[in-house]
Nanobody, 127 residues
Framework: QVQLVESGGGSVQTGGSLRLSCVAS????????MAWFHQAPGQERDGIAY???????WYDKRVKGRFVISQDNAKNTVYLQMDGMTAEDEGLYLC?????????????????????WGQGTQVTVSS
């Protein structure tokens, strides 16, 4: 059973940057699909970035060009670098994992693909 723990959230001004981390533990480091989801207040969680095997990625159009997902297998950690942040980026950021054998492309940001979730880390964006 994989456990996921997110960190790196906090307060940032509009146009600023944050880097989130998600550490996976509790199971051997097999090939996984990893993703970041964003949940705005009162809204469903939406997938924003996905990575497979440290190489294949997919981004929702809302964050493409501003956010970058990356992976450090030696540390069992997935990162989300967020630049050019806006008020719409405020909310809870959750990490998710699923066993994968190949790149799943745009399916990687679909909520239904994942059964393992972290508790999330909160991000506040102020003007």
């Amino acid at each position: 059973q994989v456990q996921l723990v997110e960190s790196g959230g906090g307060s940032v001004q509009t146009g600023g940057s944050l880097r989130l981390s998600c550490v996976a533990s509790g199971a051997p480091s097999n090939r996984r699909c990893m993703a970041w989801f964003h949940q705005a207040p009162g809204q469903e969680r939406d997938g924003i970035a996905y990575i497979f095997d440290g190489v294949s990625t997919w981004y929702d159009k809302r964050v493409k060009g501003r956010f970058v997902i990356s992976q450090d297998n030696a540390k069992n950690t997935v990162y989300l670098q967020m630049d050019g942040m806006t008020a719409e980026d405020e909310g809870l950021y959750l990490c998710a994992a699923a066993p994968c054998t190949h790149d799943i492309g745009s399916w990687g940001i679909l909520r239904g693909m994942y059964r393992t979730w972290g508790q999330g880390t909160q991000v506040t964006v102020s003007s």
